[in-house]
Each structure stands twice: as C-alpha cells, then as structure tokens.
C-alpha cells in the first residue's frame, strides 16, 4: 500500500547562506585566510546537519537537546586518538 505525504510548506526550514564576497580573488594571497575559512565553515555545517538527522536532535547519551550551544563535535564525544570509539 502507497502512502502519500503532504507536506505544509510553512514548516519547511528556510537556509540561508553566507554571500561570496566578490571583491576577493581566491588566487591571491591576502584574500587565502577568507577562503579556507569559508571551507571550514561550509564543511561543518554538513557535518552538523548530517548529526542532528542521525540523532534526532538529542545527543543518544544524555538525552539533551543538541542545541544547547556547545560545539556538536564535542557534545560527549571522545576522539579515538584519545582512547574513545
């Protein structure tokens, strides 16, 4: 059996993205630190994006919300190089 979703548009998140900054050439030196910074920040958006989905929001350990302000990355996460999984 098909089940069909409607979808109220109204609920539906609106992203909003940092606009390039035109007077700036990626090729130039000076302007390198704006660049790679604007990498960062994309890729880490993502990575925060792709951990709300997979954990419904809360962290699965404490049950808190995840957006209480802390990094994502940190929130009771052990890096392996320091003995965590």
Do not use: W
């Amino acid at each position: 059996m098909n089940r069909l979703t409607i979808f109220n548009i109204s609920e539906t998140a609106i992203k909003t993205h940092k606009l390039l900054k035109l007077d700036l050439n990626p090729y130039l030196l000076e302007n390198k630190a704006y660049f790679q910074k604007r990498i960062i920040s994309r890729n880490s958006a993502k990575f925060r994006e792709a951990i709300f989905k997979i954990y419904n929001q809360l962290c699965p350990i404490c049950g808190e919300s995840l957006h209480n302000g802390e990094k994502v990355e940190l929130h009771h996460i052990k890096p392996v190089k320091e003995g965590g999984a």
